[in-house]
């Protein structure tokens, strides 16, 4: 039986500096009233005024939502949903980070489709009406969900992170402004930009890898690398070129692991996520080198495409050692970032020895660790948790 493969995208991305100011002209060909998904923070930059402007001169009524404060729960699709349904809204727009985009994505689906959001986790219930339309608008260089078909939204009554996939969740619409992005703290540019490396990574060395999502995790992994640390240190935020490369490099590791699906590293984040409060950028930069050392004999060839990506030297250099340079350099970067280990974070070291096997258990129901080129079994993601936690960024450092 022959086997293939799928790629799907937005219908269209609108990328560069001042692609923003497309967004009326976006959403004024899905319909008359928009929802706008946003938060606090964007509404205090100016943003969510800047987006009802362009929504006015294109002659359509808004409404907005601001109660996305955290990682995405089931609360704020709830609330967001309901938000839709009181103004009688037709489009929405998402606007800040994967957070807004990922409670957009819910709700745009939930709007044509009924239920609870966790019907959806797993393939039980899939949607059978198309979605609102959705205009994604990112203001982070990471999360990539302006171009995926994957929303992960926390059941608030078990603190379980539910990972739902399937193509209605896709935005219509990616609009992508580095511009945006310029408000971004340093805190946050680091942990978007390693989150947005760890898609491309995983997206490359999955199991479920193929030429075209081969073609966009390459390209973003050499943006995300070659520009990361210059954004990060940029302090002045005067290299807009940087900020562009990376901007890019993002989406195109979103479209990556959208369509190969992510691994080890995503399975193991989301319950730390959902049970510590961290941010899913700073969870995945504390567990990527550990699980990049535990999966490296599984993916010389992969990994040493990447080591050849840190350092144009190791183009000579035999897969193993390669492979090798990578995880140095992936370690070396979070150091350079400051990206802090679990315990630095300030997890009780107790409570989280407490909540290990629940968490790897979480980790296996989800099937991302199933994709990884090692399939660990629930004690490897175990014992990668306790390395994970005192865990040495230092490149001479060994995981073991």
Request: glycine share 8%; aromatic share 6%.
């Amino acid at each position: 039986m022959e086997s293939y493969s799928v790629f799907r995208s937005p219908q269209t991305i609108k990328y560069g500096r001042g692609s923003f100011e497309e967004a009326g002209k976006e959403a004024a060909r899905k319909g008359k009233k928009v929802l706008i998904v946003s938060d606090q923070v964007m509404d205090k930059l100016g943003n969510v005024s800047a987006c009802i402007q362009l929504l006015r001169e294109e002659g359509l009524e808004s409404a907005v939502y601001l109660g996305v404060e955290t990682e995405p729960t089931d609360v704020f699709v709830a609330e967001a949903l309901e938000v839709f349904r009181q103004e009688k809204c037709d489009t929405i727009i998402s606007l800040g980070g994967g957070s807004c985009i990922d409670t957009a994505k819910a709700a745009a689906v939930l709007a044509t489709n009924g239920g609870y959001i966790g019907d959806y986790m797993g393939g039980r219930k899939m949607a059978s009406s198309a979605p609102i339309p959705h205009i994604a608008i990112p203001t982070t260089a990471g999360t990539g969900s302006e171009a995926t078909d994957a929303t992960i939204i926390t059941n608030t009554s078990n603190d379980v992170k539910m990972m739902i996939k399937q193509p209605a969740f896709l935005p219509e619409v990616a609009i992508v402004d580095p511009l945006l992005a310029l408000s971004a703290p340093k805190h946050v540019t680091a942990a978007t930009g390693i989150d947005a490396l760890s898609h491309a990574i995983e997206a490359y060395i999955s199991r479920l890898a193929h030429p075209m999502t081969d073609v966009m995790a390459l390209s973003a992994m050499k943006l995300i690398v070659g520009n990361l640390l210059t954004v990060y240190e940029d302090e002045n935020k005067e290299n807009l070129e940087a900020r562009e490369k990376l901007a890019l490099g993002s989406m195109q590791a979103g479209l990556a692991f959208s369509n190969a699906s992510v691994a080890l590293v995503h399975g193991m984040s989301r319950p730390i996520g959902a049970l510590f409060h961290v941010p899913h950028g700073f969870s995945n930069a504390m567990l990527l080198p550990a699980v990049l050392e535990f999966s490296k004999e599984h993916a010389l060839g992969r990994l040493a495409d990447l080591g050849k990506i840190f350092d144009p030297e190791a183009q000579n250099y035999p897969d193993e050692q390669a492979a090798a340079v990578a995880v140095a350099s992936v370690k070396n970067l979070c150091l350079k970032l400051n990206i802090p280990n679990l315990g630095g974070w300030g997890i009780e070291r107790e409570k989280f020895s407490g909540l290990v096997s629940k968490m790897a258990a979480d980790a296996l129901i989800s099937g991302s660790p199933g994709n990884n080129p090692r399939v660990p079994t629930q004690q490897e993601i175990e014992d990668l948790y306790h390395i994970c936690y005192s865990y040495d960024f230092s490149p001479e450092a060994s995981a073991t």
